[in-house]
């Protein structure tokens, strides 16, 4: 019977673990050289590709006011992220820190920077469990958003002006915040610029819509924050509009009183071909006005006679009940409904028609008095009248001084109003920064390196054995 003869064992080919060690320190020279030339290698090779390398720098932006949970801004308007990055803020910001301002450059900061939304964990897993189970997923709004600039390291901005950069688009955006939605718009409190060119008879039309307009504001504000008061002013909106009630009745009554008792006019006889203007558009509104006054009476007398038609067929249905137990939507029902709808829609509209007539007649009426009353003055002479001028400039300039001290309490009491609303309404959670070249350039010295100490012992196991069996 043939038996396989078994291999010769050779004791010199065992390798033990101080083989091993010994195999390594002869060749540790050349483990050493190849670990220097490896990372030597790689950072030079990182070094010359890096001028063509990306240098990304961030920083995170939170966005919180009111109706931002629904994507829009305070006055209703769409939220879109990419305001952050208009041509406008890119355009300020680079003139703010004296960078090139050209088209391309803006064109070129604007391309590199990106505004990306940041979801937590917890809202994607609590959508993906949402979506599992079939429910309907609402729209989510991120309130943080990660703003970065990326451009090449040969770019002429450095690491810190980019940092700079990235911050002064975000506080230009802020300022435009701040202008459009905590300011007072730039066209409040500018009476008295539109009275530097006008005629004594605009005064009355000019400050009675100004004082008006201010009454409106405060009333409407004061609605809202019923109990604020200002730091700065130690005045609530209240306290503003009682304000502005003594301003109108003390102080502009009588300036408008001397120029209505004096008849005071640049130009009288223009004072009079302006009224006559004016009188014939309000004729013509009012004209229109009370056409469409009767037309709603008309459509309103209409709906009020379908209505109680609607009235007598519910009641003579409801006298019959049906046998049938099946509960339906009666037609009739509906039809009344509808009627009575339209009947209040009618109503209203109805008022309003009736009310914009009112006004229109009201404020011809005044016209058509002060008309009278300028045509009375027409043959007597201004100049004679020099202590009333006196009088009236002497008025006029208190109640610009006046006028002008209740703009500026105003102007601070809803500037800091509106700063505590809207103090946290944009805001920088993170600083800019930038990832560090130099430090990518270690990581790949390292990288050369740790590849060319492995193809140093390699090579040195390798040689020693071949020579080991030489």
Do not use: C
């Not at 301002?101 to 959508?127: F, K, Y």
């Amino acid at each position: 019977m043939n038996r396989e003869t078994p291999a010769p064992h050779f004791a010199d080919d065992e390798v033990t673990l101080m083989d091993i060690v010994r195999r390594v320190r002869r060749g540790v020279a050349v483990t050493l050289g190849l670990t220097l030339i490896g990372g030597a290698v790689a950072a030079a090779g990182y070094w010359m590709a890096g001028r063509m390398d990306t240098t990304t720098s961030t920083m995170r932006v939170v966005f919180s006011f009111p109706g931002f949970e629904k994507g829009q801004y305070p006055d209703g308007s769409h939220f879109q992220p990419d305001d952050l990055r208009a041509p406008e803020i890119v355009a300020e910001a680079l003139k703010r820190k004296g960078f090139d301002g050209e088209v391309a450059n803006q064109s070129r900061i604007r391309s590199a920077l990106t505004i990306e939304g940041i979801i937590p964990d917890s809202v994607v897993r609590e959508r993906d469990r949402l979506r599992t189970v079939g429910q309907p997923i609402r729209t989510y709004v991120p309130d943080e958003y990660l703003v970065t600039l990326a451009l090449p390291r040969s770019y002429a901005l450095g690491v810190r002006d980019r940092e700079l950069l990235l911050n002064e688009i975000v506080s230009v955006y802020q300022e435009n915040f701040v202008r459009t939605y905590v300011a007072l718009p730039l066209n409040f409190g500018k009476a008295f610029e539109t009275l530097a060119t006008a005629d004594y008879f605009d005064y009355d039309l000019v400050l009675r819509r100004e004082s008006q307009n201010i009454d409106d504001f405060l009333t409407q504000i004061t609605g809202t924050a019923r109990s604020y008061r200002s730091p700065r002013t130690n005045l609530s909106f209240s306290d503003l509009l009682k304000e502005s009630a003594l301003f109108t009745e003390i102080q502009m009554n009588e300036v408008l009183g001397l120029i209505r008792r004096e008849g005071l006019s640049r130009d009288r006889k223009l004072a009079m071909v302006k009224m006559d203007y004016y009188l014939k558009t309000l004729s013509d509104e009012e004209a229109k006005a009370l056409e469409d006054e009767k037309v709603v009476r008309e459509l309103l007398q209409q709906a009020q006679e379908k209505q109680q038609s609607y009235a007598l067929g519910i009641k003579s249905q409801a006298g019959n009940p049906k046998p049938d137990t099946t509960v339906t939507v009666d037609q009739g029902l509906v039809d009344s409904l509808l009627a009575n709808d339209s009947y209040n829609f009618l109503v209203h509209r109805a008022l309003d028609a009736s009310l914009n007539t009112r006004r229109i007649q009201a404020e011809k009426a005044v016209l058509q008095e002060r008309r009278a009353s300028m045509e009375a003055f027409l043959k007597s002479d201004l100049a004679d009248k020099a202590d009333s001028l006196g009088q009236f400039q002497k008025s006029y300039e208190e109640l610009k001084v006046t006028y002008q001290r209740l703009i500026e309490d105003i102007r601070k009491t809803y500037e800091d109003y509106q700063r505590q609303q809207f103090g946290d309404a944009i805001r920088i959670s993170m600083q800019a920064q930038t990832g560090s070249f130099f430090r990518r350039l270690v990581m790949a010295g390292i990288a050369g390196a740790f590849l060319g100490a492995v193809l140093g012992l390699g090579l040195s196991l390798v040689r020693t054995e071949s020579n080991r069996h030489a």
